[in-house]
């Protein structure tokens, strides 16, 4: 019973810091292309993101540079204001609502040997979304049982670090489908931007010790995995 309380005690408050710091919803789907197919799948992904867009939704899809699968894989991302608004996505098959170009592409999509699903899941923004088109890069963190909100504050404190030398933060909580992750999501607008904001990262004293405590010492979790990826444009 002991357990149980304190297992309760702890969602509940994760579910408090969640709807204290959210601002957005994301699904996110991920594919790896073919041998030999890459350009396929990018004229695929191209394809059900313009659909999408037509119908109303606001869709990102990325194409991994670095990580694991590396160039083979895509990132198709759904943002949402709200679940209110999720529940309405045009192109959902919630009520049976589907268009009909949306409904063709998902059969062409579906027969494809061109391309396999690899996993699917739900987040969360703790702070204000920064859309856009920009180089992407992730780390996404795995923190102590219990040191949820720990983390997360580090978390924020090395975002207000890597801002002011240009980056542009997004953290994001992991939910359905996924782990009790934290994703540090850096954002850069061009390469040149990005090496000259990394350089700066690299000498700044500050950041130094931090380094040390997340990727050494692991003192706020375990890294789960970490990638970079571009827009399709």
């Known amino acids: 019973m002991i357990k149980t309380e304190k297992l309760m005690a702890g969602l509940f408050c994760l579910m408090a810091i969640s709807s204290l710091h959210g601002e957005g919803i994301a699904d996110i789907y991920w594919y ?3 041998p030999g197919k890459v350009a396929e799948v990018t004229a695929l992904m191209r394809e059900g993101r313009d659909i999408a867009i037509a119908n109303g939704q606001s869709t990102i899809v990325h194409k991994q540079n670095i990580g694991e699968g590396a160039e083979n894989r895509f990132l198709w991302v759904d943002f949402f204001e709200s679940y209110s608004q999720k529940a309405k996505q ?3 098959d919630v009520g049976g609502d589907y268009s009909k170009a949306w409904a063709r592409y998902i059969d062409k999509m579906e027969s494809s040997d061109a391309l396999t699903p690899l996993k699917s899941y739900s987040m969360t923004s703790m702070d204000a ?3 856009g088109n920009y180089i992407v890069q992730v780390y996404t963190w795995e923190p102590k049982p219990g040191e949820f909100a720990k983390t997360l504050l ?3 404190e090395a975002q207000k670090i890597f801002e002011s030398h240009g980056y542009l ?6 939910g359905l489908g996924s782990g009790n992750y934290l994703q540090f999501t850096m954002l850069s607008t061009s390469r040149e931007s990005q090496a000259k904001s990394f ?5 700044d004293d500050n950041w130094a010790p931090k380094q040390q405590e997340w990727f050494d010492e692991k003192k706020y979790g ?3 995995e970490s990638y970079e990826m571009t827009v399709l444009d």
């Open 90 to 92: 045009a192109y959902s």
């Open 222 to 224: 375990r890294l789960v």
């Open 32 to 34: 790896e292309a073919t």
């Open 154 to 156: 580090a978390m924020e």
């Open 129 to 131: 979304i920064n859309p």
């Open 199 to 203: 350089e700066a990262l690299l000498a």
């Open 169 to 174: 933060i997004d953290i994001w909580q992991h």
